[in-house]
Structure formats: C-alpha cells, structure tokens
T-cell receptor, first 116, second 112 residues
C-alpha cells in the first residue's frame, strides 16, 4: 500500500527476551525512521538514518538498538524491555534531499508490541 | 523539540458535513504536514504545506497555514464515514532527513 512493510505486525515478549523488529522500504528512499506511539501520547521520534548513517537518537534507552545495513532495511533490536515499552512501533522512510529540502514521510503499518 | 497541538481533541459530525481541525505550534518551521491514521494502523500522508505557502488543496481536503499566528487548519468537505480516523499535524523544522514532530491528534468520527 505505501511501499513500507514491517514485520512482525504483532509481538508479545517477556522482559528477558531479545527480539527484533524489521522494516523494509521499496520506494528507493535514502532516509528511514523509527517512531514510537504510546496510548494518549504524541508520536515520538526515536531514530533517524540518512544514507545508512544514524543522524539522530532522540534520547532513547539503550535497550533499543537500531541497525540499518542498507538504505532499504531498518531493524530495531529489543532486549530487557519494560512493560511501559508496550506500544505501536512505526517505521517510515523519505527521500531526504540536499540543502535541507522538506520531504514527505511514508509510514509502514507498525508493529504492535506488548511486553509482559 | 516543539510539537503541534491539534484542536479539538475529538470531533463528531454527521456524514456530509464539513470537518475542521486546527493545529498550533510555537517556533519556526520548514513545512507542516497532515497525516491520517485509522485505528491501530500506520499513518497516511495527506498534505504537505511549506512555510511560504498559505493554502493547498487535495480533493476534498483544504489546508491553510498562517505563519504569523503559527497555526494551520485542515478542512474536510462533504465528509464520509470512511473519513473516520485520527488526524495529526506534523512539524518539519530541521534539514531534509530530520524526523517529524507530531501532536496528539484529533479523533474524527463521522456519523452515518
């Protein structure tokens, strides 16, 4: 639908588990993003990758570890999470142009994460 | 970083009526974007309006931007039941690959 896919769509994990979220974009974009959406809170930007380089880490705890092996794939590795980390995790991509030109972000359907 | 604030938080109207949602912010922006989210799903981009633009149209959508008042509005004309969703304004303040800053959204319900 939007060219950005995320797997899995739903994930339930215990606090001692290690899991990974995957995002793939088929739009030829060069920037990818992770956002967290918790109930009753604004969507929060977590990480930004531009041309595979991390350009922003929005004070995210180290139990969240991003990986961007190429401009089409983005992972979010999870370990020793807390119940308050339960949320919808959204991936997005965009074509980041030179000179600071504004760009539209295209979102995936999200992964609904529940931490027990 | 700043975020937009949508108003109202919730809006319920009859099908066929127009729906207006507002977004206010506090500092300078490159552009302002409106997104729609159906329950528990990903966001869909609706319209991007740049800081030097005042009004944009896309189908039944009309967006205005007043940088002097630091506010934007989204108008949906002739609403349909399928328009029921949450609507978010997102601010782009930095360079091309910077992330967006979202508000809490307006939950719109269209009564059939």
């Amino acid at each position: 639908e939007t060219g950005v896919t995320q797997t899995p769509r739903h994930l339930v994990m215990g606090m001692t588990n290690k899991k990974s979220l995957k995002c793939e974009q088929h739009l030829g974009h060069n920037a990818m993003y992770w956002y967290k959406q918790s109930a009753k809170k604004p969507l929060e930007l977590m990480f930004v990758y531009n041309f595979k380089e991390q350009t922003e880490n929005n004070s995210v705890p180290s139990r969240f570890s991003p990986e961007c092996p190429n401009s089409s794939h983005l992972f979010l590795h999870l370990h020793t999470l807390q119940p308050e980390d339960s949320a919808l995790y959204l991936c997005a991509s965009s074509q980041a142009l030179g000179g600071g030109a504004p760009d539209t972000q295209y979102f995936g359907p999200g992964t609904r994460l529940t931490v027990l | 970083s700043q975020q937009g604030e949508e108003d109202p938080q919730a809006l319920s109207i009859q099908e066929g009526e127009n729906a207006t949602m507002n977004c206010s912010y506090k500092t300078s922006i490159n552009n302002l974007q409106w997104y729609r989210q159906n329950s528990g799903r990903g966001l869909v981009h609706l319209i991007l309006i740049r800081s030097n633009e005042r009004e944009k149209h896309s189908g039944r959508l009309r967006v205005t931007l007043d940088t002097s008042k630091k506010s934007s509005s989204l108008l949906i004309t002739a609403s349909r039941a399928a328009d029921t969703a949450s609507y978010f304004c997102a601010l782009h303040s930095g360079g091309g690959a910077d992330g967006l800053t979202f508000g809490k959204g307006t939950h719109l319900i269209i009564q059939p």
